[in-house]
Structure formats: structure tokens, C-alpha cells
């Protein structure tokens, strides 16, 4: 099976056997602006470049699961925010349609978060807020081991509610407002004890640390893991995070740096394609005797 990480700025995949054990892993660099087609041919390639450097047939991929940006529900993308024409998109049809393959779909933050539950911070607990951090911010919760996506899958989309500040967190790192910002280096100068990055940083983290508050005062998690792209920033980020977090919260949960980075969302799409795996193998095995005798075999080893 496959596991694909359709970002902003890059398309990331990874083959995996049916233990869930990496085979390869692709990733293509990609503009903001390209739009869906563009996206999801790039999917098909970085899928099929897996295949190549793991030695495998295309046909050999039983099933892709895929995290992307935005609200996700039954497949489709119903709110999207900086990529164009993505909101509306009927991802799972599409992505099934271009990669020839059946296809899963969910919200990236989502998926990271059973990728964390599955391989990362959260492997020892069933209730976890994980929270990506970098250019934007975005959270995704589960609960006693079941993943909490909502009634329409707007669950943990905080960033909408505009007084808590989490849309446009990045700008409060900029110096000047007129320049574009480079937030891993405004985070290696606050390292480097620049004070005029550690005030930016201390900004960005008071933020961070509202809007997860609000969420660990509704859901109680055992856990919050800070994922994302500035997850390797470690104390400089998890430090000031911590400090305004804690007097906000009536019990403070576990709070933890997520050790997977760049591999959250494409692990936890891994985990969500072999739980699919599993439930049509389960389904077969109830009708074992419908198959030819060497498929029972491979079912019944299953």
C-alpha cells in the first residue's frame, strides 16, 4: 500500500509492505499555484517512483490512502484555503481516477494524528490532540483511539474561529511586515539568542498555545503532541509553548515534540490504507469458500 502527503509546497509518498514497514519513499517540490491536476499527477508519479526504487510492480499497490489540506468530508473537499480550486474537489474520486488504484482520503492534521498515535508520540495513549505547527497551524484529535472528525469533518478546525489568532500565526514571526518570512530561520536566530526573534517567537507561541488550550478545555486529552514543520525546532518552540499554556489550562495534559516530522501524515495514511486492508481481508475470510483454493491460502495467511 501507499501513503501520500498532498501539501501546499510539496507531494510526498511511501510504500509500505503489509506489516506497515517502509519500502521507499518519494517526495516532489511544488508550487502554491498548481492546481488540482497538476497535484494529483504529481501523486501518480512520486507513487510510482516509490514503486521503482522499492522494486515493486505499480499493480503491486493495493491501496493509496492520502492526507491534504482542508476540511475532508465523504471524499470531498469542502473548504480549502491557499490552494486554488481545491475547496469543492472531489478528492477521492479524482485521486482514484488518476492513480488507478482504490483510494482513501482525510484531512492532513487528521491523518498525522493517527500516524502519531501508530508510530509517534502517542503510540502509549488512545487520547491525543496533535497539533502542526509551521506556516499555518492545524490540529487533529482522538479519543479513546478513534479518531474525532465531526458531524461535516470540521472537528479541530480552530483556525477558523479568527479571535484565537491561529490563521496568519506566521506573519506575528515577521520582523518587517513588507518581507515574506522564513520561519525556521527566525527560529535558529531566537536559538542563537537574537531578542528580537525570541519576542517573534514568544508571540507565535502565545498563539499557539490559545488555540490549543481551547481545545484540551473541550476534549481533555491525555496528550498533546506538537507536530509539523517547526516540530524540530525543540525547546525553542516547545519551551514558550509550555509556559503560556499552563496557566491557561485547569489540567495540563502531556505536552511532547512529535518525532516523525515530515513523516507523520504519510505514516498515518500508511496505518488508515492497512486498517482497509485488514477489513477486506476479514470480509473475504467470511466467505473463504467463494475463492479459488490458492487465493484461500493467501486470504487465510492473512
Given amino acids: 500500500m501507499a501513503g501520500v502527503d498532498l501539501g501546499r509546497h ?20 511544488i508550487g502554491p499555484g498548481a ?7 504529481a501523486a501518480r508519479a512520486v507513487v510510482e517512483a516509490c514503486c521503482q526504487r522499492a522494486r515493486l ?24 484555503g491557499g490552494m486554488p480550486n481545491w475547496t469543492g474537489l472531489d478528492l477521492e474520486h479524482e485521486l482514484r481516477a488518476v492513480l488507478d488504484r482504490p483510494v482513501l482520503v482525510g484531512n492532513d492534521c487528521n491523518i498525522a494524528t493517527v500516524g502519531e498515535h501508530w508510530r509517534g508520540a502517542g503510540t502509549d495513549t488512545g487520547s491525543l490532540v496533535n ?8 490540529a487533529g484529535i482522538m479519543i479513546d483511539g478513534t479518531l474525532l472528525t465531526g458531524f461535516a469533518g470540521y472537528a479541530s478546525e480552530i483556525h477558523h474561529l479568527p479571535f484565537l489568532r491561529w490563521r496568519g500565526a506566521a506573519a506575528r514571526l515577521k520582523a518587517d511586515p513588507s518581507e515574506e518570512v522564513d ?6 536566530q531566537a536559538r542563537a539568542g537574537s531578542t528580537s526573534a525570541q519576542e517573534r517567537v514568544e508571540d507565535y507561541a502565545r498563539v499557539l498555545a490559545e488555540g490549543i488550550a481551547t481545545i ?50 504519510t505514516l498515518g495514511a500508511i496505518r488508515i490504507a492497512l486498517n482497509h486492508v485488514d477489513t477486506l481481508i476479514d470480509a473475504a475470510a467470511d466467505r473463504l469458500d467463494d475463492f479459488p483454493k490458492p487465493l484461500r491460502r493467501v486470504i487465510a495467511a492473512s
Fill in 35 to 41: 492546481g488540482p491536476i497538476e497535484r494529483l499527477q
Fill in 216 to 265: 484540551i478545555a473541550t476534549v481533555d486529552p491525555e496528550l498533546v503532541v506538537i507536530g509539523g514543520g517547526l516540530s524540530a525546532s525543540g525547546a525553542t518552540l516547545l519551551e514558550p509553548v509550555r509556559r503560556h499554556l499552563t496557566p491557561l489550562t485547569a489540567r495540563m495534559p502531556r505536552l511532547e515534540l512529535s518525532p516523525l516530522g515530515a513523516d507523520a501524515v
Fill in 57 to 80: 510492480r505499480y499493480s503491486q499497490v493495493w491501496v493509496v490512502a492520502a492526507g491534504a489540506r482542508g476540511v475532508i468530508h465523504k471524499g470531498r473537499v469542502v473548504a480549502a
Fill in 183 to 188: 520561519i525556521k530561520a527566525v527560529f535558529d
Fill in 131 to 138: 497539533v502542526a505547527a509551521g506556516q499555518s497551524i492545524g
Fill in 10 to 29: 510539496r507531494i510526498r509518498a511511501v510504500v509500505a509492505d503489509l506489516g506497515g514497514e517502509p519500502l521507499a519513499s518519494s517526495t516532489v517540490e
